[in-house]
């Protein structure tokens, strides 16, 4: 079991570009949340899809939208880049209600280090 | 005010020490998360719970609901701990993770 899988690994953009994250969760999961980490910060939590549906979103501009796919897997798009989106970027993996009483248990990828100059 | 408050912020020890971290949150919850991360980014759950104490190795993790309240202890600390450990809540009320700034920790020979 490869665990969660997280693309690119680094990625460096300017200012005013769009940018594509991609993730793969854990075998078996159907939830995926994305978080953006600023450095010396925790995670901040941006989205949450489940039935390739945005069932949550946190408080980030429509700048940053996202998609899943029927295979599960998810995309974090960003427009428009700023400086300050320049973070560390997170996908989490979770069973959803499927997974009993460990629905709540998340699986984090390696994260996805955005710069943008 | 962050919904997830952690103490310390930083932390060294020396090898062997018993350590202890705290995290206070302020909302109603389903479940809190005790997390590692070390340099680089990759975040590891060691503990999930919504009630009462765990126990994995040399970690400890309680918790107290009508305090609002959780502790991770680390026993016989050594410099492989040395990470950050962050605290997180789901609240009952959504889906996402409330994470708290993490604590920094540094054990020494």
């Known amino acids: 079991d490869a665990g969660v899988t997280q693309s690119p690994t680094h990625l460096i953009k300017t200012r005013g570009q769009q940018v594509t994250l991609r993730c793969s969760p854990k075998s078996g999961h159907d939830t995926v949340s994305w978080y953006q980490q600023a450095l010396g910060q925790g995670p901040q939590f941006i989205f949450q899809y489940y039935e390739e549906e945005e069932r949550q979103r946190g408080n980030f501009p429509d700048r940053f939208s996202g998609h899943q796919f029927p295979n599960y897997s998810s995309e974090l798009n960003v427009n428009a880049l700023l400086l300050g989106d320049s973070a560390l970027y997170l996908c989490a993996s979770l069973p959803g209600l499927a997974g009993g009483l460990n629905y709540n248990e998340q699986f984090f990828g390696p994260g996805t280090r955005l710069t943008v100059l | ?109």
């Open chain 2, 1 to 109: 005010k962050n919904e997830v408050e952690q103490s310390p912020q930083n932390l060294t020890a020396q090898e062997g020490e018993f350590i202890t971290i705290n995290c206070s949150y302020s909302v109603g919850i389903s479940a809190l998360h005790w997390l590692q991360q070390h340099p680089g980014g990759g975040i590891v759950s060691l503990f999930m719970l919504s009630s009462g104490k765990k126990k994995h190795g040399r970690l400890i993790a309680t918790i107290n609901i009508q305090e609002k309240h959780s502790s991770l202890h680390i026993t016989a600390s050594h410099p492989r701990d040395s990470a950050v450990y962050i605290c997180a809540v789901r609240s009952s009320s959504g889906y996402a993770l409330n994470f708290g700034k993490g604590t920094s920790l540094l054990v020494t020979p």
